[in-house]
C-alpha cells in the first residue's frame, strides 16, 4: 500500500512489445488526442530510497534505449503527498501522465474527474500477466490501471529480540500476542512500533480486527454499499480499544512517522528498538533504508495477524492490496505499453530480487530475496479471502474518515461506534 517500497534487463526489452504511439487506446483516452510521434512521459511514482529508486532509474534508462522515441521523466514524491497531489493534479490542465495509484474506490474516485484513461484495449492482450490482483484496477468493468506489486500486511520480527523475552514462537492467536507484548514489556523492550503520525499504520489494526470480526460475505457487502451495518464493524472496535489498553506500542508513537528516518516505526524494528511492527511486505526494503546492519534480513521474521475467538472472518483471510500505476489522457497507449514492461518477467524479477514487493507476474516469483518474502507471498497466494485496505476500498473521502477516526482512538479519543459513525457520515456525504 503506502511505502518506498520496493539482471540488466536490457537484453529482455527485446521481447516487449514496441510501443504503437497512434491514437489507438479505448475509454477516455478515444476522446484525448494522442501523440503521433516523440512523446514524454511525466511518471510519479513513489520509490524514494533504494532499493525501489534504483530499481526505477534503471528502468527508465533501459526503457528509453529500447525505445527511443519515448523519454520518460520520473518524479519521486513521498509516498504521503499523494493522497493530496493526485486529486490536485487531477483538476489541473496538467496532470502526470503516469501517477501510483492503489486501486479500489479511491481510483473509481479519480476516475470522475475525467482525466484518467480507460486503458482497456491497450491492455487487453497482456493484463493477465498482471494476476487477478489486476481486477482491483478496474472501474465499472473498465481498467483504468494497473498494478506492479501485490501486498500482504502481517507483523514483522525481531528474532533476536523475542529470544531475549523468552517468545518461543511467533503468535498465532489474539492471547497469545497479547502475552507476547507483556513479555517483551517485562524485558525492558518497546513491543510493537506503529507509525502513528501517519495514521495508515494505525488502520491497519482496525482493517485486521474487522477480517476476522466480520464474515467474507459482510465485508463484500459492506464495501459494495459503502456502509458499515453489521454489528461486527462496532464489535472490531472494541477488539481494537481493548487491544490499545494494553499500552503496546512504543512511547511517542503518536509523533512517529512510518517510513521517514532511523527514528520512524520501520526504523525502530530495524535497528532494534522495537521487537514488531504490523506492515506490509514492503516492510524489509524499506526498513534497509533505514540501518547500516548488513545481516538484517537474517534478524527479521514475519506472521499472519493472528485468529481472533469467536469471530466470524476467516481466520486466514489476509488484509492485501497492491502498488500500481494509472495513465491519464495525454498518451494513454505509450502509458499502457510502459506499464506492460512494468509488469514483464525481467523487471518483476529485479523488483522481487531486490526485497522491494511481491512481484504479480508470477514468473518472478521464485527470485524472490529471502525465504520470509516467500512465505508471505505464499500466505497470500493460497489466502482464502483477500481484503483491499480499507482506505482504498472506500472512495478517497469515506477511506480518509475512517482512517482519521481509527487514528482518533490511539489517541485515546473517540469510540468503536465513533468509528462506524464516521464512515457511514462520510458515505452519506460522498453520494
Known sequence: MFAKRRIPVVAALAAVVPLALAACSGGGS??????????????????????LKGIWEQVVADYHQAHPDVTIKAQ?????????????????????????????????????????????????????????????????????????EQHVVGFWYRKDLFTTAGITS??????????????????????????????????????????????????????????LEDPCWTKAGQDLKT???????????????????????????????????????????????????????????????????????DPAAALAGGDGFSCTNRASKACADFLQYLTSEPVQTKIAAAGAGLPVNIAAAKSLKTDTLKTVFDYGQKAPYLQLYFDKAFPTAVGAALNDAVANMFAGQGTPEGIVAAVNQAAAGNK
Request: charge should be negative.
Open 243 to 313: 487491544f490499545l489498553a494494553t499500552q503496546p506500542f512504543q512511547t511517542g508513537f503518536a509523533g512517529t512517522p512510518a517510513q521517514q528516518g532511523a527514528g520512524s516505526s520501520a526504523g525502530l524494528v530495524a535497528n532494534g528498538k522495537a521487537a514488531m511492527e504490523l506492515q506490509g511486505d514492503w516492510e524489509p526494503g524499506t526498513m534497509s533504508s533505514l540501518t547500516d546492519d548488513k545481516q538484517l534480513d537474517s534478524k527479521v521474521g514475519w506472521f499472519p495477524f493472528p485468529a481472533v475467538a469467536g469471530g466470524a472472518g
Open 76 to 148: 519521486p514524491l513521498q509516498n504521503e503527498e499523494f493522497p493530496t497531489k493526485i486529486p490536485l493534479a487531477l483538476q489541473s490542465n496538467d496532470p502526470p501522465d503516469v501517477y501510483q495509484a492503489w486501486g479500489g474506490g479511491e481510483m473509481a474516485s479519480q476516475v470522475t474527474s475525467g482525466k484518467v484513461a480507460d486503458i482497456s484495449d491497450a491492455t487487453k492482450p497482456w493484463i493477465s500477466a498482471a494476476g487477478k490482483l489486476a481486477t482491483d484496477w478496474q472501474a465499472d468493468g473498465k481498467q483504468y490501471g494497473v498494478p506492479f
Open 170 to 227: 511467533p503468535p498465532s492467536t489474539l492471547d497469545e500476542l497479547n502475552a507476547a507484548v507483556g513479555k517483551l514489556k517485562a524485558a525492558g523492550l518497546a513491543p510493537i512500533a506503529v507509525g502513528g503520525k501517519d495514521r495508515w499504520p494505525d488502520a491497519f489494526y482496525y482493517n485486521y480486527f474487522a477480517i476476522r470480526e466480520c464474515s467474507n460475505d459482510v465485508l463484500k457487502k459492506s464495501v459494495k454499499a459503502v456502509k
Open 30 to 51: 478515444d476522446t484525448a488526442a494522442q501523440p503521433s510521434g516523440p512523446v514524454t512521459l511525466t511518471w510519479w511514482h513513489n520509490g524514494t530510497t533504494d532499493p
